[in-house]
């Protein structure tokens, strides 16, 4: 092997173990539960949060499967209390009716998500951890069969308590928009955290959507985390629907991972 490969090889590989061991904080993830974090990436962190999942939905009409790949978050610590959010995804959501021949499919980038957290208030005594998250999707971004038409906006407070050393209680409460109808979403979730390990820990949550047109969807899921190391952690989780909207079940897979600067 040439000399020059071998140092570019040793580069990569040092370079790798330098970002690795950089990262003394304890990585805290927005996946793979549906309740948002309170806690923010530390400044000049970096945080990849990635995953795959597969929801499916069937009726007595129609049967819907929608597959998400490499669903992709990256959270920036730009000041002490607030993080840059950038997201992006592909799904391939695949339809056939039960009544008739028809298939049909739709595939391509999900709109570019961008947003803020702000850290309002530490946890104290009674008083939780509080976040504020606001969020656009943008539509001139997405494929063609995904593009809502509109900017998508969101809304969302995060809430966090400690309640013993094994137990911790997530709750978020938001609106969002679809970028297609002017009705709002209200979305709320509640998230259970077990501390199982040091390495190991799970959660169950409840979550879902109100909607003035009395579509609401409730879901339920649980999951499981392992933390690979202090900067990087692998996730599991699956959920299922609680009311006739909802879709029927759905299974994910995912890992994050924290770079310190």
Not at 17 to 31: H, M, P, Y
Not at 68 to 93: A, P, Q
Not at 227 to 235: A, P, T
Request: proline fraction near 3%; aromatic fraction near 12%; include cysteine.
């Amino acid at each position: 092997m040439k000399t020059a490969t071998m140092k570019k090889i040793i580069f990569i590989i040092s370079l790798f173990i330098t970002l690795t061991a950089s990262a003394q904080e304890e990585i805290i993830t927005d996946r793979p539960d549906q309740t948002e974090s309170a806690s923010v990436v530390p400044v000049r962190g970096v945080q990849f949060e990635t995953g795959f999942a597969l929801e499916m939905d069937e009726t007595t009409s129609y049967e819907l499967d929608n597959f998400v790949y490499n669903s992709s978050l990256f959270r920036i610590g730009v000041f002490e209390n607030t993080e840059f959010r950038l997201g992006i995804g592909y799904s391939d959501e695949k339809f056939s009716s039960k009544l008739t021949d028809m298939e049909s499919s739709l595939s391509g980038l999900s709109p570019l998500h961008t947003g803020l957290k702000v850290k309002m208030t530490e946890e104290k005594g009674v008083l939780p951890e509080m976040a504020l998250l606001a969020s656009i999707d943008w539509p001139a971004t997405a494929s063609r069969d995904m593009d809502p038409g509109n900017v998508v906006p969101a809304l969302r407070l995060a809430f966090a308590h400690t309640l013993s050393e094994k137990f911790s209680l997530g709750y978020n409460l938001g609106a969002e928009w679809d970028g297609v109808s002017p009705e709002v979403a209200y979305f709320y979730s509640v998230a259970l955290g077990i501390k199982l390990t040091d390495k190991l820990g799970m959660f169950v949550e409840n979550y879902g959507y109100l909607m003035d047109s009395d579509e609401n969807i409730h879901q339920f899921d649980a999951g499981f985390t392992c933390l690979v190391e202090n900067n990087f952690q692998l996730d599991i989780s699956g959920g299922i629907g609680l009311s006739e909207n909802a879709p029927d079940s759905f299974v994910s897979f995912g890992f994050s991972y924290l770079f310190m600067k």
